[in-house]
């Protein structure tokens, strides 16, 4: 079946310093979608990549989709307290129908 | 606007008891969605639906039902509650390829 790998699982950084996580599928995807989860919360969607190669912004979030459509990665640069949550990705099923597997997250903890 | 709601928040059940948790949404979604979440477990799919009267399997189904009478509403029940049913349960509402819109969980303990 699809799999969809998450890597690191956890991630302690200083204040300040800069984080990545990726995302590896074992099939081509249609689209990836990011999520943000605080500790206590719930997901809170973060963006959608769809094309090729595509590359997005938000403020000091960079989101990465790979050119074979199979990975994805998640940057963020100067990390500050208010980044600490888990991310996920979440791709759509290779059925076609809109029903989407998330991988297992990466947990951020921001040191000050 | 409240968006998804769930309820209950929070509840605890025996091994062998039923109960029913609701998801209410006000977003007019086509699709709605319940998962769990474990611990180191990402968020799995129980069940989804594509529509009003529609249902069908997720990663993780045993165990648990779902009906959308409604569309605005989708119930997930637990006949016979078991320990490893012990989790936190999201419902998220979404159309087709646009983002998932998620209620604020469910902590579920079964003893």
């Known amino acids: 079946g699809q799999q969809v790998m998450q890597i690191p699982q956890y991630q302690h950084v200083q204040e300040g310093e800069d984080f990545t996580t990726y995302c590896n599928s074992s099939?081509?995807?249609?689209?990836i979608q990011w999520y943000k989860q605080r500790p206590g919360g719930h997901p809170v969607f973060l963006i959608q990549?769809?094309?090729?190669?595509e590359v997005k912004k938000q403020k000091r979030l960079t989101f990465q989709f790979g050119e074979a459509k199979k990975n994805s990665s998640l940057h963020i640069t100067a990390t500050q307290t208010t980044d600490v949550g888990t991310y996920f990705c979440?791709?759509?099923?290779?059925?076609?129908?809109?029903?989407?597997?998330f991988g297992t997250g990466t947990r951020l903890k921001v040191l000050a | 606007n409240a968006g998804v709601t769930q309820t209950p928040k929070f509840r605890v059940l025996k091994t062998g008891q039923s109960m029913t948790l609701l998801c209410a949404q006000d977003m007019n979604h086509e699709y709605m969605y319940w998962y769990r979440q474990d611990p180191g477990m990402g968020l799995r799919l129980i069940h989804y639906?594509?529509?009003?009267?529609?249902?069908a399997k997720g990663e993780v189904p045993d165990g648990y039902n779902v009906s959308r009478l409604k569309k605005q509403n989708f119930l997930l029940g637990l006949e016979s509650a078991a320990p490893s049913q012990t989790s936190v349960y999201f419902c998220?509402?979404?159309?087709?390829?646009?983002?998932?819109?998620f209620g604020d969980g469910t902590r579920l303990s079964i003893l």
């Open positions: 990549l769809v094309k090729s190669g």
């Open positions: 979440a791709v759509g099923s290779s059925s076609g129908t809109y029903k989407y597997i």
């Open positions: 998220a509402g979404g159309q087709g390829s646009q983002p998932q819109h």
């Open positions: 099939t081509t995807l249609s689209n």
């Open positions: 639906s594509v529509g009003e009267g529609t249902t």
